[in-house]
């Protein structure tokens, strides 16, 4: 296909295309002339992933080049392809090494992940994030015990088998990073909202229907005769 027709079917202005052929983001197409070039399929695949990057993720250019240089080397394990690309789509925490209060939270993250026997990796950028949110908890007077995380732990458990077998070793490499894009960013939003949904619906069982209990409680008490008078 022409340039023209790559633009169509992938959305993107012909511009863009060229920057990121430019870029190293795309490989150029099959010269067919001096000033033409013929584009195939993989080139489409390939600008799917780089706007699903962009505009899904968020990434810039310099992060985006990180991911497809990993989607193009053979020698990244598959493994590692989805931590660099979770790691670069964020959300971030700044470690605060010189707060007593984060070096504490960060040692109690790194107790949880081994009581769990997680294989995760210590720099990984949501050991940080749950960090950060410990340190937050504490100083709001809210005690960290693994009791209280542990429906947490189990859904997180759940959702990340669900997601992760998902995946197929057969599957093209940027398949795999497009999945791990929506799951990581788009899913995430999903989760963020049902539970939203699900704890307003859990709080209007227990308090709504426990006020009208309480309501016909009170009015039934008004209504019924006096100890002292119901037999004169």
Same mark, same amino acid.
């Given at each position: ?10 959305? @993107?202005?012909?511009? !863009? ?17 001096? !000033? ?16 699903? @990057? ?20 053979? !020698? ?5 392809? @989805? ?53 937050? @908890? ?44 929506? !799951? ?49």
């Amino acid at each position: 296909m022409k340039i023209s027709e790559l633009s169509d079917r992938s959305g @993107l202005p012909v511009q !863009t295309i060229k920057y990121y052929i430019r870029e190293g983001l795309l490989p150029k197409g099959t010269a067919t002339a001096a !000033t033409r070039a013929e584009y195939d399929g993989r080139h489409l695949h390939r600008l799917r992933l780089i706007k699903a @990057l962009r505009e899904v993720g968020g990434l810039p250019v310099a992060s985006v080049q990180q991911i497809v240089a990993a989607v193009d080397d053979d !020698t990244v394990a598959l493994h590692r392809l @989805l931590e660099e690309t979770q790691c670069a789509l964020g959300p971030r925490a700044e470690p605060q090494p010189e707060d007593p209060d984060w070096r504490a939270a960060r040692q109690d993250v790194d107790a949880v992940v081994a009581e769990l026997g997680w294989r995760v990796q210590p720099d990984a950028p949501a050991c940080d994030l749950l960090a950060q949110a410990f340190v937050a @908890l504490r100083r709001l007077g809210l005690p960290i015990v693994l009791r209280d995380l542990r429906p947490y732990i189990e859904a997180a458990e759940r959702i990340a088998d669900h997601e992760v077998g998902g995946l197929s070793v057969a599957e093209d490499r940027e398949t795999v990073v497009q999945a791990a894009i929506a !799951t990581n960013v788009l899913y995430e939003r999903v989760l963020l909202a049902l539970r939203r949904m699900a704890q307003g619906n859990a709080s209007a069982r227990r308090f709504e229907e426990t006020g009208a209990q309480r309501r016909g409680s009170s009015s039934s008490s008004r209504h019924e005769p006096s100890a002292h008078t119901g037999g004169r």
